[in-house]
Structures are given as C-alpha cells and as structure tokens.
C-alpha cells in the first residue's frame, strides 16, 4: 500500500507560480510513476504530468511549456512545479501512482487532493 499526501495549494494570480508537493508512504516512490491529475466541478479528472521510474517526463497538452513535473526519490516525494498561470489551471490537483504511465486515471493509489485557485 501507498498512501499519497499532496500540499502546495493555494491562491495565486493570473501570472503566478505554485509547487505542488506529494509525499508518498508505505513504499518506496522509486518503485513507481507519479502523476498529477486536476478536476472541477462537473469535469472528468484530466491528466496534467507525470513522471516516471528514470525520471521521464509526460504532459497533457494543456501544461506543456509551463509546468514541470519532477521526483526526488531520496525524500519519498514528487513536484509539480506550474508557472505562467492562468484561471483556466484553477481546480483540485491530485497526485496518483502506478507501476507504468498512463493518462487515463487507472492509477492503484490516489491522494486527496490540494485546491489550486488563480484569479484574473
């Protein structure tokens, strides 16, 4: 089992930077790929980045360019840094872990989730 805790959310303007933290327990997150995912009200998860075992890197479309996702095994955790952002990032992000990379949300572990806002 992996139990997955994410922080970093907050409120930033239109412009602004946030980092996203998920600190994994249970089990070593070298052993798998990390991803980030958000959602609002009334949409489908929808895949943000994920990273995997040797540190490849994926994202959706949507974030290419402006976010960067990342690792540190030593400290059991996983990042998503996001800049240049804009209200349309605004939602709850979750972070999630599974043994390959998919962009579907067939991920095993999921956290809870970490509000994001951005204003205009």
């Known amino acids: 089992q992996v139990q997955l805790r994410e922080s970093g959310g907050g409120l930033v303007q239109a412009g602004g930077s946030l980092r996203l933290s998920c600190v994994a327990s249970?089990?070593?997150?070298?052993?798998?790929?990390m991803a980030w995912f958000r959602q609002t009200p009334g949409k489908e998860r929808e895949f943000v980045a994920a990273?995997?075992?040797?540190?490849?890197?994926y994202y959706g479309d949507s974030v290419k360019g402006r976010f960067t996702v990342s690792r540190d095994n030593n400290k059991n955790t996983a990042y998503l840094q996001m800049n240049a952002l804009t209200p349309a990032d605004t939602a709850v992000y979750y972070c999630?872990?599974?043994?390959?990379?998919?962009?579907?949300?067939?991920?095993?572990?999921w956290g809870q989730g970490t509000q994001v806002g951005v204003t205009s």
């Open positions: 990273v995997d075992q040797r540190a490849g890197e």
């Open positions: 999630a872990a599974n043994d390959i990379v998919v962009t579907t949300t067939f991920y095993d572990y």
């Open positions: 249970g089990r070593a997150v070298s052993k798998y790929v």
